[in-house]
């Protein structure tokens, strides 16, 4: 698989978090607070992200969560989490004959739903 083909499954993936969150179709003003290596502090912008998951065309994380979170009225903020599993193949991700690693997660929310 190549970076393109892996950033097209991660907005896949998105998109369905954020369909399964009723928030269908978001734009690219999103911002991701991601739990990986390294571990930004402050969210970060959907480009950098497919940067920070991106390992090589051979060597994947196992599994990625994608979620959306709702905190007050504040927009929804998109929740990535690389599992701490070793690298590999595409085939042996979460599921290789969809979103490979990207698992798909419900919302969840801080200080209120939106």
Known sequence: MDRSGFASLFETALQRSLEQAGRPSSGSDLLVEFHGRPNPRDPVRLDRVIDLLW????RFYFIVDVGVIFEGG?????????????????????NPTDLGPFKTIGPGTRGGRS
Request: net charge positive.
């Open 55 to 58: 390992i090589s065309a051979d």
């Open 74 to 94: 504040k927009a929804p903020l998109i929740f990535v989490r690389p599992s701490g599993h070793d690298p590999r193949p595409f085939s042996g991700t979460w």
